[in-house]
């Protein structure tokens, strides 16, 4: 089964390509779905979250607000949190690739938001960026709720730069000029994972 890694800066339409491999009958695993649920009452990263970060639990379960304020602009906090969540990611996308094997998928895509930050990018056999031109990014995050040009900032500050990301991909999906033309870039990337002629080389174990 091959693996391929999508990622992506803030506001660059990454959920939105996702999507967009899902209906073309590729399984793609959410990471931040899977935290979501990892968060929730009754999950599992809601004790230890609670115990690294005291105060962060509320009802049950993790306010990722409270906790979002406590590792913003905090390496040390971030790579603490970190170390409590990705083990549990990792264990909840064990079961996804299960799923995708038995129903015979010979592609998957791993939807990971900080994939170079965390070294996930030499556990695939592709990187997908989802890219577009930085005023359009400001322009879409700006335009959601609670979102300031500060938070903005701190938000990028702690990903990859875009134009690094775009560097060390092995395919880039282009934004800015619409749906039908992201789509389209999509349909291809997968046309090229199924044929060895054109795949790029394998990263894991690399």
């Known amino acids: 089964m091959i693996l391929i ?3 992506g800066s803030i ?3 990454k959920s939105t390509t996702a999507a967009m491999f899902r209906e073309a009958g590729v399984p793609v695993y959410d990471a931040d779905a899977a935290v979501h649920a ?3 009452k009754g999950g599992a990263a809601v004790g230890p979250v609670g115990e690294a970060f005291p105060g962060v639990v509320k009802d049950g379960a993790v306010d990722r607000e409270a906790l979002r304020q406590k590792v913003l602009g905090h390496p040390e906090a971030l790579k603490r949190l970190n170390a409590v969540v990705h083990p549990l990611v990792g264990q909840d996308r064990i079961g996804f690739f299960k799923a995708a ?3 015979g998928a010979d592609l998957v895509v791993l939807d990971i938001p900080l994939l170079f930050e965390t070294g996930g ?3 695939v056999d ?3 960026v989802v890219s577009c031109p930085a005023d359009v990014q400001r322009e879409r995050v ?3 709720e609670g979102m300031s040009p500060e938070r903005l900032a701190a938000i990028l500050a702690q990903q990859t730069p875009d134009a690094e990301k775009r560097a060390r991909a092995d395919f880039v999906v282009d934004t800015g000029n619409g749906l039908e033309s992201a789509r389209g870039q999509v349909a291809e ?3 090229a994972m199924r044929d060895p002629a054109r795949r790029p080389a394998a990263r894991r174990g690399g």
């Open 189 to 191: 990337i997968i046309a």
């Open 142 to 144: 700006l335009a959601r």
């Open 126 to 128: 592709a990187v997908v």
């Open 101 to 103: 094997e038995d129903a």
């Open 5 to 7: 890694g999508l990622t």
């Open 11 to 13: 506001g660059m339409g």
């Open 121 to 123: 990018d030499r556990n």
């Open 38 to 40: 990892l968060y929730a």
